[in-house]
């Protein structure tokens, strides 16, 4: 961005969004393509907030607005990523999983960036639909993307654990463990793991350190 002021602006609502403050980030990013219409990261900002606002025909628009004003496609496509993963969280959350699957899998049709997220999502819905052994394959996949990814190891884990596959949910409970052994949700888990393998004493020493972390 060679525009100081225009990059200040886009500082100043980016902010906004972190702070979770979308509307008031909606009306900079329309004052802010007042300001400079043919900015193309104007545009893709807006397409953001939309995103966040669920305006999703809204957001489209905009995003394919900074593509006219050459945003760089690796950008552009980066935005429709992210807004196929918001579309895809959106019916998730709505308990609409078909929907939701054909949305997370366009994600990695546009980018592969933080794709170990995509595919755990994707993991996450066919769960739902009670697709498991495609599941585990996603989980798998967002594994071989970002091995130390805990929120795909708990996932591993807690699907073993419910079927009761003690011996499988172990590597995975245990590595959850060893990255972030404060966090009680992968101590209770990993507990859960030895104290089904019969492990009792080991399991009673992890809850031990659960109630001293979290009484």
Request: charged residues 25%; proline residues 3%.
């Amino acid at each position: 961005i060679k525009n100081k002021s225009l990059e200040n602006k886009l500082y100043s609502i980016n902010k906004l969004i972190d702070e979770k403050s979308f509307v008031d980030a909606l009306d900079s990013s329309n004052q802010l393509i007042k300001e400079f219409p043919d900015s193309h990261e104007a545009f893709s900002i807006k397409g953001a907030i939309e995103c966040y606002l669920y305006k999703f025909d809204e957001a489209l628009s905009s995003f394919n607005k900074s593509k006219e004003l050459k945003c760089p496609i690796k950008i552009f496509k980066v935005n429709i990523a992210g807004y196929h993963a918001k579309r895809g969280n959106y019916n998730y959350n709505n308990g609409n999983y078909h929907e939701a699957l054909d949305e997370f899998k366009k994600v990695t049709d546009y980018s592969l960036e933080r794709a170990e997220v995509a595919f755990s999502n994707i993991g996450n819905t066919l769960l739902k639909l009670e697709r498991i052994d495609e599941a585990i394959d996603y989980y798998n996949k967002s594994l071989k993307s970002l091995p130390s990814y805990t929120i795909a190891l708990s996932n591993l884990a807690n699907l073993y654990i419910n079927e009761e596959d003690f011996d499988s949910a172990l590597p995975y409970a245990q590595k959850c463990y060893e990255q972030e052994s404060n966090q009680p949700f992968y101590l209770i888990n990993y507990g859960l793991v030895l104290e089904g393998l019969g492990n009792i004493s080991e399991a009673k020493q992890l809850y031990y350190k659960l109630l001293m972390i979290d009484p």
